[in-house]
């Protein structure tokens, strides 16, 4: 049986570092500030935006919360980041996606400051990923790799399947992990051969969307299993892409849906923003 990797309390151990460090750097007058932007009345985005307020408040991070109206235009959007990439009480913004579809969420990206990009989205914190010398490294992305990590293996030399290409994890997951000497192959639902690609591998990294897709017995025993998906079945249940029930008999490690991928990366937004304010400051 595999062990669960808890995501809920390695987060809660790294929230719990990030206050002390919190409080150091208001000692010397320094309080580390996230800007969230939610456009629109999306319900599940409305959440999130109260989970990452929450979180801010917990670890001592002053918190601005920006709720505009779904008719707000794209010029008044540009003109509130702007506003915010100048304000120096504020270290990182982060703009809540989806964004209603009259506003081209690419052209609201790029327009933050690459310095306070917290969510490692723009342009250039992607190239500096690539080139292996990242400025902030994707909130989800990096609580995948830390989750890894804290299972002990050493990702050297292993192989890695990440299912999934997107822009937010797939991608950018892909790229730490090759930067940590594993070697990886990336999939997605139109992979052939999908099941065999998956069976190899030491490592699966499962974020394609799709309940239950990868069946246990796509597992190799003794894989860590990092389950990014967050599907609602009909009964209203919250599972994963992974059959867990299935690859917990033959993963080494594996991570549960909720409680695993989901807490780290409101953990490292917060970490991203304390790295923020002391580069914005100087003191990093």
Known sequence: MAKIIDGKGLAS??????????????AVGLTPGLAVVLVGEDPASQIYVRSKGKACEAAGIASFQHRLAVETTQGDLLALISRLNEREDVHGILVQLPLPPHIDAEQVLE???????????????????VAGSPLFQPCTPLG?????????VD?????????????????????????????????????????????????VVAAVG??????????????????VGINRTADGKLVGDVDFDGAEKVAAHITPVPGGVGPMTIAMLLHNTVQAAKRLRKTV
């Open 210 to 227: 799709r309940a239950g897709m990868i069946a246990g017995d796509w597992i190799r025993e003794g894989a860590v299993v990092i389950d």
């Open 144 to 152: 995948i790799i830390k989750l890894i990590e804290s299972t002990g």
């Open 111 to 129: 327009a933050i400051n690459p310095a306070k990009d917290v969510d490692g989205f723009h342009p250039y914190n992607i190239g500096r990923l």
């Open 155 to 203: 990702l050297r030399g292993k192989d890695a399947v990440v299912v999934g290409r997107s822009n937010i994890v797939g991608k950018p997951v892909a790229v730490m992990l090759l930067e940590r000497d594993a070697t990886v192959t990336i999939t997605h639902s139109k992979t052939r051969g999908l099941r065999e690609k998956i069976r190899s591998a030491d490592i």
């Open 13 to 26: 151990r790294i929230r719990a570092g990030l206050k002390g460090e919190v409080e150091e750097l208001k």
